[in-house]
């Protein structure tokens, strides 16, 4: 019997979605061609009539490089089952083939599930799950479940899934996923704060002037019209990957940088933070794509500053900002440093430094200091250190799916989002009121609404490019 927690049984609930073909299915394979992941029985579930051998066909023609001998591995060891959420038979069925896959492939019952599905289906499959023993974490083995983003649609559905699922898992099962925790340069952000001397002690509103988070996009709402149309920017982007990345840059130091530690110091911040002042927009067309309602007046952008209430932040104005179908694409943090005092009286005043965190792309850091300018007497100038990620590690800097399905395979839940994290960020953004909110509209290739510049000068911010 192989019992190795890198032996398990995988099963995707949701498989014939992008998330399942795009992410999940790529990243076990490279978790398997790495031998991170020594064997994988992969279970494709979801209610259309295929056969897992189609999903896989689709998946394999998008990956580079494949490796036949690995992806053989993979297909050789794949299944489909098709089931209704609300049919319990169907769970009967996807029991009897996974202990018949787990028989046939010698593997002693560790199981991880993943909900690749919209967040009403939560409830139902988790009790479904249960109800027909799918889930009796036994001491030998291990079940986690992952339940994709997002999670809920406002605190008081969140609350509701919560409460569910507690009934069927300890806390120590459940991970909430956040892809951009599996970014490598989020995963860094406390690393770079609290293992440099020359950053921690400046890391305060005494020498930080303000923050801004930014997650432009270059397209569109794809074909995700039915989903988008209901959240919004707001709960799309705010909600989760802004807010974790808000908590990340403003925890105080954990005492490790591990588990519940981290955890606990995230939550802390997210209990102390409120949206103080937003402005919305919606491109240009966006009511003509498919899934959207005529007239809709859902944000797919907007700008927002956030104040974080306790002694280290007080005064230090948080700026993000995240729309679809504008100029580029980029991820990127901005720590803007206050200005030295007039030393030299002259050339004075020196710029603002700031430190740069990079998610994406071009992945890495800068940090701008002031420097002689050549020839020019005393006079200043800005040079840049640069740290560049991808040179250093090339090609290899995984995927985000992949390091949170490795680290879901040890068990480690640092990078997942706990029950009191979601809850908190729901009131945070349910705390938003957008009605009699104007949505202003901007052009597609643009970098937001006209009505932006106002906005601006008003929170005096002006956004680093
Ligand atoms: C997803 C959002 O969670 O994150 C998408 O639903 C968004 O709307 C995406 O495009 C951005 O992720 P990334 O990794 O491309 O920055």
Same mark, same amino acid.
């Given at each position: ?17 992008? /998330? ?34 189609? +999903? ?8 580079? !490089? /494949? ?6 591995? /993979? ?9 209704? @959420?609300?049919?319990?038979?169907? @769970? ?5 083939? &996974? ?12 199981? #991880? ?32 479940? #992952? ?7 406002? $605190? ?32 860094? &952000? ?11 002690? $400046? ?10 988070? +930014? ?26 990957? +802004? ?10 130091? %954990? ?22 002042? &937003?402005?919305?927009?919606? *491109? ?33 104005? @948080? ?21 030295? !005092? ?16 990079? +998610? ?43 390091? /949170?399905?490795?680290?879901?395979? $040890? ?23 957008? !009605? ?5 509209? *901007? %052009? ?22």
């Amino acid at each position: 019997m192989i019992g190795m927690e890198n032996k398990f049984t995988f099963i995707i609930m949701g498989a014939t979605g992008d /998330l399942a073909k795009l992410k999940l299915i790529p990243a076990i394979y490279k978790l398997l061609k790495l031998n991170t992941v020594e064997h994988v029985s992969l279970i494709g579930v979801a209610r259309s009539d295929t056969t897992i051998h189609s +999903i896989l066909d689709e998946v394999k023609g998008s990956i580079k !490089d /494949l490796d036949e001998a690995v992806w053989n591995k /993979l297909s050789s060891h794949a299944h489909y089952q098709q089931l209704d @959420f609300s049919n319990k038979k169907d @769970f009967e069925k996807l029991r009897a083939k &996974i202990v018949e896959v787990e028989k046939a492939d010698d593997l002693s019952g560790n199981r #991880l599930f993943y909900l690749a599905t919209l967040p009403e289906h939560f409830e139902l499959a988790t009790k479904n799950l249960a109800g027909v023993g799918l889930i009796n974490s036994l001491d030998d083995k291990w079940e986690r479940v #992952l339940y994709e983003k997002p999670f809920g649609d406002s $605190l008081r559905s969140a609350k509701r899934i919560n409460r569910a699922i507690d009934k069927v898992f300890k806390e120590e099962n459940i991970y909430r996923v956040d892809h951009y925790l599996g970014k490598e340069l989020v995963g860094n &952000i406390a690393l770079l704060r609290f293992t440099n001397r020359v950053l921690e002690p $400046l890391w305060n509103s005494k020498h930080i002037d303000s923050v801004q988070i +930014i997650c432009d996009e270059n397209f569109g709402i794809k074909n995700r019209g039915n989903y988008f149309d209901k959240y919004g920017a707001i709960k799309d982007m705010l909600q989760n990957h +802004i807010l974790q990345i808000v908590s990340l840059v403003a925890m105080e130091s %954990p005492e490790f940088i591990s588990g519940e530690y981290l955890r606990s110091e995230k939550v802390k911040v997210l209990k102390k933070t409120r949206v103080t002042d &937003i402005l919305l927009g919606q *491109y240009e067309g966006y009511e003509k794509e498919k899934g959207v309602m005529p007239n809709s007046a859902t944000e797919t952008f907007f700008a927002a500053k956030l104040e974080i209430n306790n002694k280290r932040w007080k005064g230090v104005p @948080f700026f993000v900002r995240a729309g679809k179908n504008l100029s580029k694409k980029e991820t990127v943090i901005h720590i803007r440093f206050k200005a030295v !005092d007039c030393l030299l009286a002259k050339s004075c005043p020196a710029d603002n430094n700031y430190l740069t965190i990079r +998610i994406e792309p071009n992945e890495g850091f800068s940090f701008e200091l002031n420097s002689k300018s050549l020839r020019q007497g005393f006079a200043v100038e800005t040079v840049n250190m640069d740290y560049c990620h991808r040179c250093e590690h090339g090609a290899n800097t995984p995927e985000a799916y992949e390091v /949170l399905l490795e680290q879901a395979i $040890l068990g480690e839940q640092a990078l997942f989002v706990r029950n009191d994290e979601i809850e908190l960020a729901w009131r945070i953004v349910d705390k938003i009121k957008k !009605d009699g909110l104007s949505v202003y509209k *901007y %052009p597609v290739g643009s970098s937001g609404p006209k009505e932006l510049t106002e906005w601006n000068k008003k929170n005096n911010i002006i956004w680093k490019s």
